[in-house]
T-cell receptor, first 111, second 114 residues
């Protein structure tokens, strides 16, 4: 079956450091992945996406890496800021034409 | 402004009552989705609709019902059959294109049933 999971439930980093949030997926047929950021009490916000024909995609201060061999996805945030503190979810697009979300990683940025 | 609205933000009901959560979008999106989120958990798909007058069950559809009579609206009814209805409910919408599957989320409705 399909599942998307995360390695670490909480990640604590110092302000200015780089953050890496990891995600494992099990459906080798998934061809699209997306990262969302959710602040407390709010709806998730899009960060970045990547298709399975790519290994890497960069945005503003964020990079997503996709390793299809080991079915692993990561989100890298450069120069982490206090405003980056939130829960981060990865999701995969499935054959049922809907996103399947992982359980999330809480990022805490220490000043 | 384009976006997704959910109302109300907070909703309180007594056990045994049905309650309907509103979701409206003016983004001209074809597809709409309902998710449930419990504290410290991820999002679980309840129902989704790719086009008007059609919808599919997600992973946790039992105790919920939906309708899609208009493109802009996708209300969710939490029935008395739902055993643990207290949760944060999120509505989302998206275009139906092969290039992106980005879903835009509303602000959510926090439902408390006592």
């Amino acid at each position: 079956g399909e599942s998307v999971g995360l390695h670490l439930p909480t990640l604590s980093v110092q302000e200015g450091d780089n953050s890496i949030i990891n995600c494992a997926y099990s459906n080798s047929a998934s061809d699209y992945f997306i990262w969302y950021k959710q602040e407390s009490g709010k709806g998730p916000q899009f960060i970045i996406d990547i298709r399975s024909n790519m290994d890497k995609r960069q945005g503003q201060r964020v990079t997503v890496l996709l390793n299809k061999t080991v079915k692993h996805l990561s989100l890298q945030i450069a120069a982490t800021q206090p405003g980056d503190s939130a829960v981060y979810f990865c999701a995969e697009f499935s054959t049922r034409r809907a996103l399947t979300f992982g359980s999330g990683t809480r990022l805490q940025v220490q000043p | 402004d384009g976006g997704i609205t959910q109302s109300p933000k907070y909703l309180f009901r007594k056990e045994g009552q049905n309650v309907t959560l509103s979701c409206e979008q003016n983004l001209n999106h074809d597809a709409m989705y309902w998710y449930r989120q419990d504290p410290g958990q991820g999002l679980r798909l309840i129902y989704y609709s790719q086009i008007v007058n059609d919808f599919q069950k997600g992973d946790i559809a039992e105790g919920y019902s939906v309708s899609r009579e208009k493109k802009e609206s996708f209300p969710l009814t939490v029935t008395s059959a739902q055993k643990n209805p207290t949760a944060f409910y999120l509505c989302a919408s998206s275009f139906r294109t092969p290039d992106t599957h980005e879903q835009y989320f509303g602000p959510g409705t926090r439902l408390t049933v006592t």
